[in-house]
């Protein structure tokens, strides 16, 4: 009956050996690394005809959301949540929402609509050339 059993557990622990890798650390299945070399790039953000009136859009690889509160009028705001560091999730009803823990802040001016978060969120300068927002 013992050496059954011992000679289970040999074959078992030779069977395991070394099967531990490390593979695929969670994270980063949608978002490609490489910048877009087409149009987007020297510093341009948007198209004005991307970011809706009344919203806004989040660009997650640079860490920016532009917003149009009202007709022609483009604002930039970190995208970074001033309460725990997330990048926000969306924009709607005027506000930019952080998917977190339910932060919410104006797209006028980054001001917080809805806490946790006590901070707003940093403006970004922007200048808008034609139809292409740019950094700066
Ligand atoms: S990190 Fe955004 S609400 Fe907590």
Sequence with gaps: ???????????????????????????????????????????????????????????RDRKVVVTQPTAGEFRAFSAVCTHAGCVVAAVTDGTIDCACHGSRFSIEDGAVENGPATRPLPAERITVEGDSIRLG
């Design 1 to 59: 009956m013992n050496t059954r059993r011992r000679t289970v557990l040999a074959a078992g622990a030779a069977a395991l050996g070394t099967g531990c890798g490390s593979s695929g650390d969670g994270n980063g299945s949608t978002a490609p690394k490489t910048p877009q070399p087409s149009g987007t790039s020297d510093g341009e953000l948007a198209r004005t005809s991307d970011v809706p009136a009344g919203g806004g859009m989040i660009l």
